[in-house]
């Protein structure tokens, strides 16, 4: 079975610019997640999916992040404008349903100049 | 709000000597807990889990255990392989939910 794709691998951008990341799900997969991972830290969940509808997005910054997850397969999470603290590694993560193991992606390290 | 503790790292090792990655949590209930490893370059792979107090939760060689008592689930490896080097982060579901919440991690460097 395929895994959970995530793209781009790397990003590299200067502060107050904008910055998109693509995730597409194990194929079944209703649940989908979003996640930051700041160096030396564990993951930190931003946002969850329950097929097109947000589950949760407590600790998701709204003021410069959004995510969506249109026909609810592949999703997108965006921040605009990014700020030097947005410097992580964003992980996006899949399950059959909300209770179900989480299958996680290679994840995208955003480096922001 | 619940959380998880590990060992700080890094933790430097020789090929077959005996791991230690210890773990305790915060939280209400009976959450399930986790191991989930992450190597050089990849995204977090969950390495094993337990659901209920006294279970053991077993994978590649490692094991930990759920003690409820001592609200531990030390992760465990009786000889270490160069491959093992990679980032062990401990993890938990509160009951009746999905958010998974994270320890910082623990880098092992497992040398020839």
């Known amino acids: 079975e395929a895994g959970v794709a995530q793209s781009p691998r790397y990003k590299i951008i200067e502060k107050r610019q904008s910055v998109a990341f693509w995730c597409n799900p194990i194929s079944g997969h209703a649940t989908l997640y979003w996640y930051q991972q700041i160096l030396g830290q564990g993951p930190k969940l931003l946002i969850q999916?329950?097929?097109?509808?947000?589950?949760?997005d407590s600790q998701l910054p709204k003021d410069r992040f959004s995510a969506e997850r249109l026909k609810g397969v592949d999703s997108t999470l965006k921040i605009q404008p990014a700020k030097l603290e947005d410097s992580a590694v964003y992980l996006c993560a899949s399950s059959q349903t909300g209770n179900q193991p989480q299958h996680f992606g290679d994840g995208t390290r955003l480096s922001i100049l | 709000g619940d959380s998880v503790t590990q060992m700080e790292g890094p933790v430097t090792l020789s090929e077959e000597a005996f791991l230690t990655i210890n773990c305790t949590y915060t939280?209400?209930?009976?959450?399930?807990l986790f191991w989930y490893v992450q190597y050089p370059g990849e995204g977090l792979q969950l390495l094993l889990k337990?659901?209920?107090?006294?279970d053991k939760g077993s994978n590649k060689g490692f094991e930990a255990t759920y003690r409820k008592e001592t609200t531990s689930f030390h992760l465990e490896k009786g000889s270490v392989q160069v491959s093992d080097s990679a980032v062990y982060f401990c993890a938990l579901t509160p009951l009746d939910d999905y958010k998974l919440s994270f320890g910082a991690g623990t880098t092992v460097t497992v040398r020839a």
């Open positions: 999916f329950q097929n097109n509808g947000v589950v949760d």
């Open positions: 337990a659901t209920k107090a006294d």
């Open positions: 939280a209400t209930g009976y959450p399930s």
